[in-house]
């Protein structure tokens, strides 16, 4: 059984910055692609980025690079998603989701084996 937790939501100002992280545990948590999605209110869950276990392939989607990093620790069962020049738009649930293979860059939320249950970020001005 694999199990995603995120954390580190809130609320934050426009401008303002905010790092959320993603814990993995169970079996087969090694040589994983971990990836971040968003969802906000009655639209469809969206990528955000995807990392590889060794830290050194990641992919993002369509003009989330820049105000968006993602990363692991050393020991890479955490995955973070560091945040800035947040926007009123950056608000919604984010959540983190994990295959057991390479990350190919794909979005394809079926692709994905597993799911936290989602951190809220809240983006006021």
């Known amino acids: 059984q694999v199990q995603l937790v995120e954390s580190g939501g809130g609320s934050v100002q426009t401008g303002g910055s905010q790092i959320l992280s993603c814990v993995v545990s169970?079996?087969?948590?090694?040589?994983?692609?971990i990836a971040w999605f968003r969802q906000f209110p009655g639209i469809e869950r969206e990528g955000v980025a995807q990392?590889?276990?060794?830290?050194?392939?990641?992919f993002y989607a369509d003009s989330k690079e820049g105000r968006f990093t993602i990363s692991r620790d050393s020991t890479g069962n955490t995955v973070y998603l560091q945040m800035s020049d947040l926007r009123l738009e950056d608000s919604g649930m984010y959540y983190c989701?994990?295959?057991?293979?390479?990350?190919?860059?794909?979005?394809?939320?079926?692709?994905?084996?597993?799911w936290g249950q989602g951190t809220q970020v809240n983006v006021s001005s």
């Open positions: 990392i590889y276990s060794s830290g050194h392939l990641t």
């Open positions: 989701a994990v295959r057991h293979a390479q990350c190919i860059g794909t979005w394809n939320e079926a692709w994905f084996a597993y």
């Open positions: 169970g079996h087969g948590i090694n040589s994983n692609c």
